[in-house]
């Protein structure tokens, strides 16, 4: 596979990583879960340039496109690799389709026990589309006025299983709970398979240029306590131990973000991670203390505060930012984001009106006494 060259482009500012890593920033950096989509006039333009979902997702031109055109109109201090966590399960052959207003679909789900058996880590060739974006992307960001990073992601082993044993979205989770509760070791080997695919697809698009990568466990939150540590933790662990932590001598920080998962934040924290994603229901400046300065956090305003007024969305994230409090120079890492996905109905001024906010007020809160 290419080598990204890992040299930053003049005027590359690393706020975004250096809170990650719970160094001494000037300001709290600001990016959004879902922030390259469809509450962007120019993000439906292009998708529908592509014809699908899935068009466009497989498209490295316009996967770049799409990525850049959230920073074309906003500071933010990141870019994400614009994908889908199902390209996975896909590459497995488990036959990903979308349809209209129904949301995701596998043709062949793995619900048998020989459907299980079956089940292998996919040759990532059948992923190169998602590599070949993430080179231009970074491509493209070093041209820009005002270069960031790029963040890789993926879904978590039992998010993806919830998917593959369900053959779609759902509401209950009974088809993989029922696994888990009745066949518990035909959820353990997808999880196995799952988590030695994720690694090895988030090594990958480090060495195609990701700086910083994300797990994105979005229904680890559905299980029961013990469970979660069992059939959802544990796999993201295994996966963050495989990581390369360092690529062409750069860091390379890893988030993890359990919707849901504030009744475990120690134990997330104690993944191996570097920094951990916090829903809108999790007291912030409580987090702060219960991590004791091991991560740095993520997080963590409610999606829902951006229909509200211009004036509200400014007080909303500073009631944030006034949670999470002072750095105190080192040793300490703040990164401001949405509790989970930006809404699809989001107006754009919102999102320019927070931004604005976050970098402007967090600035009280980076001063070194």
Same mark, same amino acid.
């Given at each position: ?100 207003? +129904? ?9 048998? +026990? ?45 998010? %993806? ?18 696994? %888990?509760?009745?066949?518990?070791? @035909?959820?353990?080997?997808? @999880? ?55 690529? +062409? ?19 997330? *924290? ?13 007291? %912030? ?22 229909? *509200? ?6 007080? +909303?994230?500073?009631?944030? @930012? ?48």
């Amino acid at each position: 596979m290419e080598k990204q060259n890992s040299a930053f482009p003049s005027g590359y500012d690393d706020t975004f990583l250096r809170a990650l890593r719970r160094e001494v920033t000037d300001y709290t950096p600001v990016w959004l879960m879902r922030q390259a989509g469809r509450y962007l006039p120019e993000y439906l333009a292009t998708r529908q340039k592509a014809g699908s979902f899935m068009g466009l997702a497989t498209n490295p031109d316009l996967a770049t496109e799409v990525t850049l055109q959230p920073l074309e109109r906003f500071g933010l201090d990141a870019a994400i690799l614009f994908s889908d966590i199902l390209t996975v399960p896909d590459a497995m052959g488990l036959g990903l389709s979308f349809a209209p207003g +129904e949301g995701p679909r596998f043709a062949h789900p793995v619900q048998s +026990e020989k459907e299980v058996a079956a089940l292998q880590v996919p040759d990532m060739a059948k992923l190169d589309y998602v590599f070949a974006a993430v080179r231009q992307i970074r491509t493209a960001l070093a041209s820009m006025s005002r270069p960031v990073p790029l963040i890789g992601f993926s879904g978590s082993p039992w998010t %993806l299983a919830c998917y593959m044993v369900e053959g779609g979205s759902s509401s209950d989770y009974h088809r993989v709970k029922n696994m %888990l509760y009745s066949r518990p070791d @035909l959820l353990q080997r997808i @999880l196995d398979i799952n988590a030695q695919a994720v690694a090895a697809y988030l090594n990958a698009q480090i060495e195609a240029g990701a700086q910083a990568v994300m797990i994105f466990d979005s229904w680890g939150g559905v299980l029961a306590d013990g469970a979660y540590q069992q059939f959802s933790l544990a796999s993201v662990r295994q996966v963050v131990a495989s990581l390369h932590r360092e690529y +062409e001598k750069q860091s390379v920080p890893v988030i993890v973000f359990t919707k849901g998962g504030g009744l475990w934040l120690e134990d997330i *924290a104690a993944c191996g991670a570097d920094a951990v994603g916090v829903d809108w229901t999790v007291n %912030l400046q409580q987090a702060r203390q219960r991590v004791g300065g091991r991560v740095a956090l993520q997080g963590n305003l409610d999606p829902a505060v951006l229909f *509200a007024s211009e004036k509200a969305v400014r007080a +909303e994230a500073r009631r944030v @930012l006034d949670s999470f409090g002072h750095l105190h120079g080192a040793g300490a890492g703040h990164v401001f984001n949405l509790g989970h996905g930006i809404n699809q109905h989001t107006p754009p001024e919102s999102v320019a009106a927070l931004v604005d906010e976050v970098h402007n007020y967090s600035r009280q809160f980076h001063h070194v006494d």
